[in-house]
């Protein structure tokens, strides 16, 4: 399976300042994916990271709040933007690998704190 | 839509003991199943998957699973607890409608498991 790496594991936030959060991956993936699992609740999928073109986000999430990049097949990046303290979560990366049929992995996680 | 139902928010249970969490989910293609779980101040480790053939399916850490068509279900199972299988268990579904189309991955609510020593 793949491994995942995010930067950073946890950081403590002001309200109103942004955050970018990294995700690398040590092989190539098919797709990548950010969640938000906010304090006691399970998991809501934010956007799909498309390489080389805008993300794809679901139903609640628009990018100007969270704006995605994927630059290659490894690495992906979440900006979380003009914070406020709902937005204190854990943010996962996930990926689905090639020839592995729809299974996804998940990164360790970013636990964010918005003060 | 697809959905997927943790129906327990806790489960407790005797080390040594059988465990049983339960899932139920709803589809309308063809489910593909799986569980997921989640130590404290950890991300998500994949334990086992149902896609297709024998439904008992056997996982890491001596996890297994039961799909059963009938009933929509996908119990995950261990025949004997350990106090280190104490986590936050979430069971997904992702429905596959053709060949190569599928929906995205939706999660229960999760269920905590606590074995008691």
């Known amino acids: 399976s793949a491994v995942i790496s995010q930067k950073p594991s946890r950081d403590i936030c002001q309200r109103g300042t942004s955050l970018t959060i990294q995700c690398q991956v040590d092989?190539?993936?098919?797709?990548m994916f950010w969640y938000r699992q906010q304090p006691g609740q399970s998991l809501t999928l934010i956007a799909t990271?498309?390489?080389?073109?805008?993300?794809?986000?679901e139903s609640g999430f628009v990018i100007d709040k969270f704006p995605i990049s994927r630059p290659n097949l490894t690495f992906s990046t979440l900006t979380v933007s003009n914070m406020s303290p709902e937005d204190s979560s854990i943010y996962l990366c996930?990926?689905?690998?090639?020839?592995?049929?729809?299974?996804?992995?998940f990164g360790p996680g970013t636990r964010l704190t918005v003060t | 839509a697809q959905s997927v139902a943790q129906p327990e928010d806790q489960v407790n249970v005797a080390e040594g003991n059988p465990l049983t969490v339960k899932c139920t989910y709803s589809?309308?293609?063809?489910?593909?199943l799986f569980w997921y779980v989640q130590y404290p101040n950890r991300g998500l480790q994949f334990l086992l998957k149902?896609?297709?053939?024998?439904?008992l399916v056997k996982g890491s850490y001596g996890f297994e699973a039961e799909f059963n068509k009938s009933q929509t279900s996908f119990h995950l199972k261990k025949p004997s607890a350990l106090v280190s299988d104490s986590a936050l268990y979430f069971c997904?579904?992702?429905?596959?409608?053709?060949?190569?189309?599928?929906?995205?991955?939706?999660f229960g609510s999760g269920t905590q498991l606590t074995v008691l020593p």
């Open positions: 997904a579904v992702r429905d596959v409608i053709t060949s190569g189309s599928a929906r995205q991955l939706t």
């Open positions: 092989s190539q993936v098919t797709m």
């Open positions: 996930s990926v689905t690998q090639f020839g592995i049929t729809y299974e996804q992995y």
């Open positions: 589809v309308s293609g063809n489910p593909y």
């Open positions: 990271a498309n390489q080389g073109s805008e993300a794809t986000y």
């Open positions: 149902y896609i297709t053939g024998d439904n």
